[in-house]
């Protein structure tokens, strides 16, 4: 599950340094909820010609549940926690 968190966020990256998810992966990453609200972020940076230039990147990530015997879906619910770091990140206007 990490290895999947972690290559979502590697995609992620790719998507907001050019405002468009295409040339990514992150359909193969990224959680139905997690893949909308990304393309609602490029959206908006797409409107206001904005790119994120720098390094985003989580550290320290974690399980922090996991439900097995969840009948509801066809895979386990699981949720995962990280500490991200942004500090170098700033949104940019597109060159």
């Known amino acids: 599950m990490l290895a999947a968190f972690d290559a979502m966020w590697t ?10 998810a295409k040339g990514t992966r992150l359909e193969k990453y990224a959680t139905l909820d997690a893949l909308g609200r990304i393309r609602n972020d490029l959206d908006r940076m797409k409107s206001a010609g904005t790119v994120v230039r720098g390094e985003s990147r989580q550290e320290h990530a974690t399980v922090t ?4 015997t969840s009948k509801s879906r066809k895979r386990p619910s699981r949720r995962a926690s990280t500490c991200r770091r942004t500090s170098s990140t700033a949104p940019r206007r597109r060159q």
Do not use: F, I, S
């Open 11 to 20: 995609e992620r990256t790719k998507a907001y340094a050019k405002a468009d």
């Open 65 to 68: 549940a996991l439900d097995l």
